[in-house]
């Protein structure tokens, strides 16, 4: 559910939108970042909005 994706600021690069997305999908941050990227390339930017717009979004994880 929505509720339990979230933006991972601690281990995340950028916004951490990629690190909370592998976290809650269970796959590899590195992939999922390099997916992205290969996307936002090919999709003629359209995967670089959804990512800025995940980024502004989604809820920072609560630090532990």
Not at 12 to 20: D, L
Request: hydrophobic content about 55%; overall charge positive; proline content about 2%.
């Amino acid at each position: 559910t929505m509720s339990n994706i979230y933006r991972n600021k601690k281990q995340g690069m950028i916004f951490g939108v990629c690190s909370g997305l592998s976290e809650h999908l269970g796959i590899n941050a590195a992939l999922l970042r390099v997916a992205f990227v290969l996307a936002a390339i090919f999709s003629g930017s359209l995967f670089f909005w959804i990512y800025l717009l995940l980024g502004i979004f989604l809820p920072v994880q609560d630090q532990e």
